[in-house]
């Protein structure tokens, strides 16, 4: 599948169910969502810190609601992706 073709399934969205990584302490948690960043393609400068929640958990008793990544970023360079 190229780029394309993965860019099509990923333009950005929340996942608001026990799945996945949203999982984790997920009956603990006030926050219920997570947010699962687009697909671009792009170069090193293209990765940077988002504003939105990707990751929640319990750790010790507190909620921490972690910021992630703006975007993924396929990298194509020198015939390797």
Do not use: W
């Amino acid at each position: 599948m190229n780029i394309e073709e993965l860019q099509k399934f990923n333009s950005g969205f929340y996942i608001n169910d026990p799945v996945g990584n949203n999982a984790f302490s997920y009956k603990e948690r006030k926050n219920k969502k997570i947010f699962v960043p687009p697909l671009i393609s792009g170069s090193l400068d293209d990765i940077c810190i988002g504003d939105k929640i990707t990751f929640s958990e319990i750790e010790d008793g507190v909620e921490l609601n972690n910021i992630g990544l703006k975007q993924f970023v396929h990298i194509s360079k020198n015939g390797k992706e």
